[in-house]
């Protein structure tokens, strides 16, 4: 009887079952999360509980990692009731800490699918698209879903980590600050309007 430390060929396949597991379960928890989210009651508790706020917060960008669901109002929300300065940088933190979640599944889905040996044959020469590159990371993002979809495809083409986090804390940080401070400014010309 073989064990699986005779057969490497059958190592690698549990492992790439115990990874597809995993992410799995984190896609199912991450719906789960989307369900249930009720943005009535996350600002009740905020108002009540202004002390936690940044941590909820943090908990909530990292969360939406593995979601498509924007984090603008988060954002948005933050600003009116922090301040835009403190909004954005806890937009960037959170943002940022998303992405590299983002990119650590876009990694391990990559593995387990052996994207390396397979992007060759994607549509459109696809396989060649230059993702490593710095301006397809800064300018990529500005792509309605690329914020998300970057961060998967860079982390299945195996991008080096420091020039991924340097374009992703570049971009969180412009957009956090233009979301915050430009939000923040609309939502208050909004309320002083006469029939407020």
Known sequence: METDSQDPNLRIS???????????????IGLVVTLSYRFEDFQGFVTENVQFTLAISLVLYTALGITFIPTSPI????????????AALVAVLGNSLSAFLEYK?????????????????LPFNLGKLPV??????????????????????????HVPMP????????????????????????ISLFIKLPFM
């Open 75 to 86: 954002t948005l929300f933050l600003a009116v009731l922090l301040g835009p300065l403190q």
């Open 14 to 28: 549990k492992d790439k079952k115990i990874k597809a597991t995993i992410i799995f379960g984190l896609l199912i």
């Open 163 to 186: 020039l991924y986090l340097v374009t992703t804390i570049t971009m969180n940080t412009l957009s956090a600050f233009f979301i915050a401070y430009g939000g923040e400014k609309l």
């Open 132 to 157: 490593d590159s710095p301006y397809v990371l800064l300018f990529g993002r500005l792509i309605p879903g690329g914020v998300r979809g970057l961060s998967f495809i860079a982390g299945a083409y």
């Open 105 to 121: 599944v876009g990694e391990a889905l990559g593995d387990i699918f052996d994207f390396e040996e397979n992007k060759a044959r």
